[in-house]
């Protein structure tokens, strides 16, 4: 199981520090949580995750069911031990999989639905490729065809097996332009989907209910009320938001509102620069979000901002780019991370440009790296009240 | 400059321990050459090589000028600086790439024929995609189609910006099915070649002769004799030696016989496993191959073998064979590796089938310190008169 104790309150904000315990360890909060999808964060190895100041990761239920299958992972003693990473982990309960291998691969598109897209595509459009029922959601595997069923009770007994210290309730996120009669529906089998995995659930792990409700307010507070009454450890907060910080934001505050402040909060699959400062201040506990890594896999890092102008404090370069061939400064003066210490943007443009290996774990570490100091620091302004 | 000191020779054979000191440290002789062909061994960082017991490197000549470019290599303060590895580093001439890219790349083989690809060649073919004059070499750039030219004045140029500790003479390595006059006109070619490379250097760079002549003794003997009679600081052993360990054993007692046994010789692109006892026996001091990066990235890796009854100290065994799913031991259980100290075969199998870039670093990490290790327990048998 997991404790939550909230050591400080911010008087600027609804932001708060605090400290999660699991029996993997303690980490404090607000943190980025990093994305281990297949039991890896891209391009590194455990020991690179805990030199990137890594606290916890989030491995994805799905995927790893597909392959190399929870029963493997078990066998191997857990998924702490099968990839040695003795800090906390959590598992998503493969939900949003329903939604980004079905309508996610029919349109091309993700969660945040640009208004360029939506436009294209017909509206109340449901995805093709996956069955929902009221069971739970047939899917093809992605490796070999075959078909497989995940349903609440299914979920729970991957979730299991695969042994993370905090796991996801089984939900439906419908896709950004499902209508409300839709989202209602969807809703309804969340709420019933979350009983039944709080009903099969043996194990003492620590188990998170998702609200979801689309981008419909009246739907996002009945779920965070419906979510904040069940014996859940702590809240995931699912599906879209909109397509702008200050909707997310907003939706954000009516849901948060309606959860008890005492047990974690975490925002799936959101956690762009951008929007971090904006959601540790509604409240958020944890995120997790690929973009450090995928980014840095084409070859984009982040930085600490030098223009003093822009009203940012970051941004984001392009090393694939020919202007830094001959550059001798490492990626960020400013970063203490094993890259910056050691390499300089001209070696790695030219590592990229070589389409060599090296480079993409040289970029994942800085930005992996980036973003974890990047929260810390957030975290600490709110301990001196700044934030 | 460098010098090299033989400090113990075999009585049981023809190997040789000895001290090779450059500007940039000395290293132990018998050495495996670690194959940095961009500026970095595939998938490593410079920590990792030294975490792997790398002596020495050999970058190439021919892909850095075509891509940074030696002005840029220069510019970053020479090779050693541009990649952060302070060890020995040699490069060699581009001669091998008039091969590999011109008819190597024809017909799609490497620089050992075999018999049944050799049939299906015509005698005497030369390559297309280069054009070899009295002058050097004309090629198109891989990167971007523009004609180049290498020869002897331009491979010294290039050589020396770059800033190597170890450079090697142009030389023209020939086609296995080269016949002998052929041969012999290539020969010339690359004798001529070799005075002009020792008139127009200037730096105080070591220079290797590169003793060729194909699969004809008279040739390489006559190439042995006139390398040897020059001002070269040591020397590079090129071209193909036929097909079996047999006849390259043969060649190189032939070769070596007529070299000065007090200048240190370097066996161009051979160094498997399979071969590397008899090269040292045969007096080779060092060797570069691309077999352990190679095989990393196929999911290939070397171990020592458990078989008593095999006549080999080692096996190559394929971890993306599905036997090993399940299996919670190290790639080899007799390896102090940083991979065989953390992770399991199992772990490693399922991010190889999950097409992960992790393992790609962790099997090379395992297959360098493999083949560094190999070539150190024989120096260490040398040493106690046992090899």
Chains 1, 2 share one sequence.
Not at 3 to 28: C, D, M, W, Y
Not at 325 to 349: A, V
């Amino acid at each position: 199981m997991i404790s939550f104790k909230i050591t400080q309150k911010s008087k600027k904000s609804n932001a708060r520090v605090g400290l999660l315990t699991t029996p993997h360890g303690s980490i404090e909060t607000p943190s980025f949580v990093n994305v281990a999808t297949q039991a890896t964060v891209k391009t590194l190895t455990s020991q690179d995750l805990e030199m990137c100041g890594a606290q916890m990761l989030i491995a994805n239920t799905y995927h790893l069911h597909v392959r190399p299958g929870e029963d493997t992972v078990k066998k191997h003693g857990g998924i702490h031990q099968f990839m040695k990473w003795q800090g906390p982990i959590m598992t998503d309960s493969g939900g949003f999989q329903v939604f980004s291998l079905g309508f996610g691969k029919d349109y091309g598109t993700g969660k945040i639905l640009k208004q360029k897209s939506y436009e294209k595509i017909k509206q109340g459009a449901q995805p093709k490729l996956v069955k929902i029922t009221e069971e739970g959601v047939e899917f093809r595997s992605y490796v070999d065809g075959k078909k497989l069923f995940l349903g609440p009770k299914e979920s729970i007994r991957i979730q299991e097996k695969i042994g993370a210290d905090i796991i996801f309730a089984f939900d439906e996120c419908t896709s950004p332009i499902a209508d409300h009669e839709y989202n209602q529906r969807a809703l309804e089998r969340t709420q019933r989907w979350l009983k039944e995995c709080i009903h099969v659930k043996k194990s003492d792990q620590a188990l998170y209910g998702i609200v979801q409700g689309g981008k419909y307010k009246d739907l996002r507070i009945a779920s965070a009320r419906y979510t904040a009454a069940q014996a859940v450890d702590g809240f995931g907060i699912g599906g879209e938001f909109g397509d702008s910080t200050a909707t997310m934001r907003s939706m954000l505050r009516t849901v948060l509102r309606e959860l008890p402040e005492e047990k974690p909060r975490h925002l799936l699959g959101i956690g762009h620069l951008k929007d971090i400062e904006d959601v540790i201040k509604e409240g958020v506990d944890t995120f997790d979000c690929i973009t450090p890594t995928h980014y840095a896999r084409h070859g984009y890092v982040f930085v600490n901002s030098k223009s003093q102008t822009l009203n940012s404090k970051w941004e984001k370069i392009d090393l694939g780019n020919k202007k830094y061939l001959l550059s001798k400064e490492p990626i960020d003066k400013h970063c203490d991370c094993f890259t910056c210490q050691n390499y300089t943007r001209g070696y790695i443009h030219h590592l990229l440009r070589a389409y060599e290996i090296t480079p993409l774990r040289l970029l994942t570490i800085h930005n992996v790296y980036f973003f974890n100091k990047y929260v810390e620091n957030l975290r600490n302004q709110i301990k001196k009240g700044k934030l």
